[in-house]
């Protein structure tokens, strides 16, 4: 007898109607996450907040794991577009101003102080970052690819011998403390005072820092 394949939809077989129906799953479970934490969030919660039936609920997603992961990366892909878009809509940027580790800086900053209005939504990111469901782990792969990337798009200086490595420090150290400040043991300013410190010497062999005068 063979067994039933009970593995979720891949996105990219998945028609509009079921995409929509996706979406609703993921913005209803962002919303209770935001509302309540990731902890008290069941299955049968979304299902009702969204209106997918369960049984539906588990062919997009196959586990709370899987879901939470799905939900943490729309969200911090949305996050670090608009992020990108400010940074470079930023008066210093406008007038050319400022090395690309000024950017990098300023785009973690905000992306913290983001962070720190949403703090269920900062927690949800620690949660899924150390998930070892394998479609969670999929999802969260594809996540830090996608925000290394944005990353890198913020400083051109880099030279290619450097440019797989030099994001993948930045985004390990945000990582690092952004969960030293969900779990309390560090306090935001400290979190963005070392992270601003690692941007700087990271990127010093690439980049001309404005000279003070």
């Known amino acids: 007898m063979s067994k039933v394949d009970l593995s979720p939809r891949p996105v990219e077989t998945m028609s509009p109607r079921q995409l929509e129906r996706r979406k609703h799953l993921i913005d209803a479970a962002l919303a209770l996450v935001a509302e309540g934490g990731v902890e008290r969030l069941q299955m049968k919660q979304v299902s009702e907040r969204s209106g997918v039936a369960l049984g539906t609920t588990y062919r997009y997603f196959s586990s709370k794991e899987h879901l939470l992961a799905a939900a943490a990366s729309d969200w911090r892909a949305m996050l670090m577009d608009d992020l990108a878009t400010e940074v470079r809509g930023s008066p210093a940027a406008l007038a050319g101003r400022g090395s690309g580790s000024d950017r990098v800086v300023r785009f973690v900053h905000r992306g913290m102080r983001a962070l720190q209005r949403q703090p269920n939504l900062a927690r949800l990111l620690v949660s899924v970052a150390v998930s070892t469901d394998p479609f969670a782990s999929e999802v969260v792969e594809a996540m830090g690819n ?26 390990a150290a945000w990582q690092s403390e952004l969960v030293d400040w969900v779990t309390g043991r560090s306090t935001l300013g400290d979190a963005f005072a070392r992270l601003e410190e690692v941007i700087r010497l990271v990127l010093a062999p690439y980049v001309a820092e404005p000279v003070a005068v």
């Open 146 to 171: 996608s925000g290394r990337a944005k990353l890198l798009a913020l400083m051109p200086e880099v030279p290619p011998t450097a440019r797989s490595v030099v994001p993948h420090i930045i985004d």
